[in-house]
């Protein structure tokens, strides 16, 4: 079965201060992982698509990397605005249709 | 380009109501897909819409259901509405590609926050 899980739930930082964001995955034939910010009573916005273990992308202050069975998401010199739910998943198709599973995200909260 | 647009923003319903939410998906998308939310959790995939016809489903009973418009747009309705029904509905809009394959390129409206009470 299908399984995205992240963590911590929660994370708490000082402005500046670097930390990583863990998501692991257990999927047959992984057809990418996915990376979302969502910020309260707001949708999901993309961030980054990784599909190969060993690959990295950089957006601004956040990096993802991707293994084999786990991805991580870094955050370096963190920002009060990069405040928000950072949540992972992972195409599944055993619905019949090409939907993204969810894992429950991490909700970072970076103070001033 | 215009993004996906979702409506009603909020919505208060009581138990046994039936409710319709409504979407707009993005310029050029061709399939639209619905999750639940639910406080603290994760979206879950509710059904996916593409050339009108539902093309997927996942764990939601039968009283969840859609539709799908020729310019794209769609509708949500969920009958018989239950306390657990509460939730966060977004609404995402991507491009099925010539062959099939999808582009998991999701763009997701900001959600109808529905409670039922």
């Known amino acids: 079965e299908d399984q995205v899980t992240q963590s911590p739930e929660a994370l708490r930082l000082q402005e500046g201060e670097s930390s990583s964001l863990n998501c692991s995955y257990t999927?047959?034939?992984?057809?990418?992982l996915f990376w979302y910010r969502q910020d309260p009573g707001k949708g999901p916005e993309f961030l980054f698509t990784?599909?190969?273990a060993g690959e990295e992308k950089e957006k601004e202050r956040l990096k993802a990397t991707l293994t084999k069975k786990e991805s991580f998401l870094h955050i370096t010199a963190p920002k009060p605005e990069d405040s928000a739910t950072y949540l992972c998943a992972v195409p599944v198709a055993q619905t019949g249709a090409n939907n993204l599973f969810f894992g429950t995200g991490t909700r970072l909260t970076v103070i001033p | 380009e215009t993004g996906v647009t979702q409506s009603p923003t909020h919505l208060i319903k009581t138990r046994g109501q039936q409710v319709t939410l409504r979407c707009s998906s993005q310029?050029?998308?061709?399939?639209v897909s619905w999750y639940q939310q639910a406080l603290g959790q994760g979206p879950q995939f509710i059904f996916q819409?593409?050339?009108?016809?539902?093309?997927g489903r996942g764990n939601f009973p039968p009283r969840f259901s859609g539709l799908q418009f020729p310019n794209y747009s769609s509708e949500l309705n969920v009958n018989a509405l239950e306390l657990d029904d509460s939730a966060l509905y977004l609404c995402?809009?991507?491009?099925?590609?010539?062959?099939?394959?999808?582009?998991?390129?999701?763009?997701f409206g900001s959600g109808t926050r529905l409670t039922v009470v």
């Open positions: 999927v047959s034939g992984l057809r990418g």
């Open positions: 995402a809009s991507s491009q099925k590609r010539t062959g099939g394959s999808l582009s998991y390129g999701y763009t």
């Open positions: 990784l599909y190969s």
């Open positions: 819409y593409y050339r009108e016809e539902e093309n």
């Open positions: 310029s050029g998308h061709n399939t």
